[in-house]
C-alpha cells in the first residue's frame, strides 16, 4: 500500500513556466512533508519543508501548498529554469521509535526546456 | 564541512554472493538510515541507526542487515544476493532524528547483481 502518492511520474516545461507537482497523503499522524531534489549520479537533497500548521511556505522560487483537510500538497517551481531539471521526492513523516523516518512519494523527473 | 560519504560507488556481485557497503555520517550526526531506490519502487526504507542501535526496520527480508559503529559510520550487508537486489543504495545521516529536520543523504553505492 503506497502511503504517498505523487504525480506527475514525469513533466517537461519550457524555461520561465511554471512547474506544479502533487502529493496525497493518507496517515493523518505524518505531520512533517519535505520535498527532495535528486540530481543524476547524486543522492537526493533536502529542497523545501512543511508542517501542516502552515497552508504555505515559500523559499525563493519554491513554494509548497498544504491542504489538510484534504491530505494534498504540491510543490510549484516559478519561473522554471534549465537547472531545475531533477526528480524531485514529496516525502510524509511522522515520529517512529523515536525519530522521524520519511515516506515517500515515487518521484517526478522535471525536463525544463531552455 | 565533509557530507555524507558511501563507499564503494559502484559494485558488480554474482547472485548468491553477499556484499557489504559502508557510510560516514557528517560529523557530529548519530542517525544512519538506509533506504533502495529502484525505478519501480522509489525510495524504500531499510534501517535507521541510532547510537549503535536499530531503531526502525523497513519491510525487507533478513537478508539484509546492518550495524553502527561507535564512531557513527555504518554497513549494510545483503546475502544470497538475488538480481532484484540490484540497486542505488542510499545512506542519509541527520543530526538529532527525533526532530524533523530531514536528512543528508550520500552519493549512494550503485548495486548491480548479474
Partial sequence: ?114 | KAGVTQTPRYLIKTRGQQVTLSCSPISGHRSVSWYQQTPGQGLQFLFEYFSETQRNKGNFPGRFSGRQFSNSRSEMNVSTLELGDSALYLCASSLDPGTAYGYTFGSGTRLTVV
Fill in chain 1, 1 to 114: 500500500q503506497q502511503q504517498v502518492k505523487q504525480s506527475p511520474q514525469s513533466l517537461i516545461v519550457q524555461k520561465g513556466g511554471i512547474s506544479i507537482i502533487n502529493c496525497a497523503y493518507e496517515n493523518t499522524a505524518f505531520d512533517y512533508f519535505p520535498w527532495y531534489q535528486q540530481f543524476p549520479g547524486k543522492g537526493p537533497a533536502l529542497l523545501i519543508a512543511i508542517r501542516p500548521d502552515v497552508s504555505e511556505k515559500k523559499e525563493g522560487r519554491f513554494t509548497i501548498s498544504f491542504n489538510k483537510s484534504a491530505k494534498q500538497f504540491s510543490l510549484h517551481i516559478m519561473d522554471s529554469q534549465p537547472g531545475d531539471s531533477a526528480t524531485y521526492f514529496c516525502a510524509a513523516s511522522m515520529r517512529t521509535g523515536g525519530s522521524y523516518i520519511p515516506t515517500f512519494g515515487r518521484g517526478t523527473s522535471l525536463i525544463v526546456h531552455p
